[in-house]
């Protein structure tokens, strides 16, 4: 059974960063082909892929957000980063860590997302 | 990058009666290599994160119900709810996964009864 949890501050202040953890159990980084990938979204809008790291460390990041974020594993604490700079209000959404499909770049099991809130 | 339009943004359905959703993408999204095209469809209800329903267009994830299927190639497609029922109430969700990120969503498409 997959399951993922993201964990992180609820508030951050613009300028700051944003460091979420996701945890998660029923795979492994030393499958060959296993993903997690990085999702937001604003409230009352739409999904954003943010960032997706693979069992060899490749990792894949939005044009439009690279400059801020970075992504890293722990392959022994079943573990993802998602490092974000300089927080701004408009970051202010939930954040979903999520399984990669085997089949292609789209996500089959999900947490159930964190709020963070950007604000002073 | 590959912008998805979705449309309408919303439609309210009589229970028991068809749903149709639709999805355009900017540019194909078709692999003439192995003929699939790399479009998923998820559904979001209130406060759930979203579950995969389709991918590759046309294929069901297993344990989806075979009231919801998918169609289209290139750049247009179809999510299709045969008979709608009320737990099927929620936000819908195309995702284009083709070639090099970034990895694009549609803005959605809430989902009501009538």
């Known amino acids: 059974q997959i399951t993922l949890k993201e964990s992180g501050p609820t508030l951050v202040k613009p300028t700051q960063t944003l460091t979420l953890t996701c945890t998660f159990s029923?795979?492994?980084?030393?499958?060959?082909?296993?993903?997690v990938g990085w999702i937001r979204q604003p409230p009352r809008k739409a999904l954003e892929w943010l960032a997706l790291?693979?069992?060899?460390?490749?990792?894949r990041y939005s044009p439009s957000l690279r400059s801020r974020i970075t992504v890293t594993k722990d392959t022994s604490k079943n573990q993802v980063v998602l490092t974000m700079t300089n927080m701004d209000p408009v970051d202010t959404a939930t954040y979903y860590c999520?399984?990669?499909?085997?089949?292609?770049?789209?996500?089959?099991?999900w947490g159930q997302g964190t709020l963070v809130t950007v604000s002073s | 990058d590959i912008v998805m339009t979705q449309s309408p943004d919303s439609l309210a359905v009589s229970l028991g009666e068809r749903a149709t959703i639709n999805c355009k993408s900017s540019?194909?999204?078709?692999?003439?290599?192995?003929?699939?095209?790399?479009l998923a469809w998820y559904q979001q209800k209130p406060g759930q994160p979203p579950k995969l329903l389709i991918y590759?267009?046309?294929t069901r994830e297993s344990g989806v119900p075979d009231r919801f299927s998918g169609s289209g190639s290139g750049t247009d497609f179809t999510l299709t709810i045969s008979s709608l029922q009320a737990e099927d109430v929620a936000i819908y969700y195309c995702?284009?996964?083709?070639?090099?990120?970034?990895?694009?969503f549609g803005q959605g498409t809430k989902v009501e009864i009538k």
């Open positions: 590759w267009a046309s």
């Open positions: 540019q194909s999204v078709l692999y003439s290599s192995s003929n699939k095209n790399s």
């Open positions: 790291i693979y069992w060899d460390d490749d990792k």
């Open positions: 029923g795979f492994s980084f030393r499958t060959s082909g296993v993903g």
């Open positions: 995702q284009q996964y083709y070639s090099t990120p970034p990895w694009t």
């Open positions: 999520a399984h990669r499909h085997g089949a292609g770049v789209f996500f089959d099991y």
